[in-house]
């Protein structure tokens, strides 16, 4: 895997500015063909096919209007075809959103860059980790507050419910060390965009999806998109999907409600024609344009994989084909989704959701649909990733027999024991005591080692098949070993008592009496 691990919003709108966004939505939910169309349906169907998709859509704006609208494959397993209206959650293509939310406190006065966000969040933690005290507003948005890559992220959360569900995620995340000193360098984090939202919320005294939905879909006329669980409009969503041994498997997964600003929107292919739009134009909702944003503030990510160079705000910032390049992937384990910015080539936006997600197929595999499609529009010859079948079909089924195998070993144990009784075998000196122990220790040291720092969590959700199988070998071989260890230790006890005392001083060997 290349990647890491890869995850809104003041008032500022005149009304005819709000009816002029609301048009363009409205023109926008219909598919929309153009002359491109053919090139792209070509490049969707054929990687779809190669990766099995079960359902994806996209949206093309360039030159100032949509010209590519489209769904393609089901949206879930009752064969529901999947339209330009479908809902899919967007994962870390969230974070854009966020960045508007943000830009717009900024302008208000309610924020500012380079204020520390400890006071605004002191009230949820009675002592933040050190060094947090100087995090700013800016750092959180372009992770570079010291928090770490794992903290924050799906599947290493609780999921709280009830509307205090934010308030209790932040008390979770600051009771996290920080990976390093705030601004030392760039380290993402799904951390920093839950603690921008509950620092919204401070400043706003509102609940932050719906200061979303009056920052930024009201404005901009999204009408198709949400940020809670219980909205109505979640009953049309798509259904995600998780890979195992290299087929898809529909699954439920919770919707976060307090992990909205850094990976729990749900949006629409139409809505995200508008959303680029309004970056393209530089809507007056949209604090900074696309170019804007390109221009602005950039930390250098460290990272190769392709459009992820630099991080600005709320964006990936990088160049494709000598084009300067805004882009945000993202996945939550079951959904994928990639919008993609290029204000100097004609205007162009990209965005591409679907309704599966496989991190192991790497980094170009996951996101190839949209890299490919931003090839294409560049006039450059779009080039097809393979996943791995190594991370996607073979390791998988590695660790699974590498469980089948512990168990099969701790099966037999537990069955000489049954059969046979348990052993009186005396141990000899530190030597024998150590040859009867170390495996067993070394089976706990294993098992229990995993279970408590690896982030087991965080694998089942985004790689089931694996971190299932994991999380399993885990659990028997501490089993397994602690079998091992309570034997050697009951054997030996109990060899000592069946071991006849020492005579007697006068009285003949045949007359010691003992017990068995």
Known sequence: MNTALRATIAIVVLSGAVVLSSGVAAAAQSPVRTDSSSDIDAWVEQRMAARGLPGTAVAVVRGGEVVHLAGYGVADDTGRTVTPDTPFILGSASKPFTGVVIGQLVEEGLLSWDEPVWPHLSHLVDEPPDGFETATVEQLLTHTAGLGMIVGTAGTVTIHEGPDALDRRVDELLSRRLAAAPGEGFNYSNAGFMLLAAVTEQVTGRPFADELGDRVFDPLGMTGSFATADDPRAADMATGHQQWFGRWRPVELAYDDAGTAMGYIASTASDLATFMQAHLDGHPAIPASAADIITGTVVPTGWDTPLDAGYGHGWFIDERAGTPVASHPGSLGHFTAHILLAPDADGLGIAVVSNASAFLAGHEAQYDIGLGLLDLLLDQ???????????????????????????????????????????????????????????????????????????????????????????????????????????????????????????????????????P
């Open 381 to 515: 010859q779009p080039q097809p990733s393979t996943p791995s079948a190594l991370m996607v079909l073979v390791v998988p089924v590695l660790a699974w027999l590498v469980v089948a195998a512990l168990l099969a070993a701790l099966a037999r144990d537990l069955a000489r024991l049954r059969v046979h009784g348990l052993p009186a075998q005396r141990r000899r000196g530190a030597r024998g005591w150590v040859r009867a122990l170390l495996p067993g220790a070394v089976l706990i040291a294993s098992g229990g080692g995993l279970l408590i720092a690896a982030p087991l969590g965080l694998a089942r959700h985004f790689y089931p098949d694996g971190g299932w199988a994991v999380t399993a070998g885990a659990w028997i071989a501490l089993t397994w070993g602690l079998v091992r260890v309570v034997t050697a230790v009951a054997s030996s006890a109990r060899a000592r008592r069946l071991q006849p005392p020492a005579a007697t001083p006068g009285v003949r060997k045949s007359e010691a009496i003992w017990e």
